[in-house]
């Protein structure tokens, strides 16, 4: 919510933590590529925004608005775009399904 402090992002060691409470041996050891299939972000809209077609700002079409409120589950990112010194997210909307770009900061 707007105005509430982020949650830190877990680090290294944390998350080395975890793959390894996640893998006790009694299995094949799990790749992070198949511990990261089971994680899945969410963002919640709290400035109306677009949703684009493509990364890049200046070439990019609006596919549609986002409403403040509606979540999107993150594809890809968060990445710099420099040309307009932004951040962008590549994100599904959970209200209808369309995907695109999303400026976050």
Same mark, same amino acid.
């Given at each position: 919510k707007e105005g509430e402090?982020?949650?830190?992002?877990?680090?290294?060691?944390?998350?080395? %933590? *975890? $793959?390894v409470y996640l893998n006790d041996g009694? !299995?094949?050891?799990?790749?992070?590529?198949?511990?990261?299939?089971?994680? %899945? *972000? $969410?963002?919640k809209v709290i400035k109306g925004t !677009?949703?684009?077609?493509t990364f890049g700002i200046k070439d990019s079409t609006t596919v549609r608005r986002l409403e403040v409120g509606e979540v999107v589950e993150l594809l890809a990112g968060p990445t710099k775009e420099d040309s307009?010194?932004?951040?962008?997210?590549?994100?599904?909307?959970?209200?209808?399904g369309v995907e695109g770009w999303i400026t976050t900061e």
């Open positions: 402090e982020e949650t830190p992002a877990p680090s290294a060691e944390d998350l080395k %933590r *975890v $793959f009694s !299995a094949d050891p799990m790749s992070t590529e198949v511990i990261a299939a089971f994680i %899945r *972000v $969410f963002m !677009a949703i684009t077609d307009a010194e932004v951040t962008r997210v590549h994100a599904k909307a959970m209200t209808d």
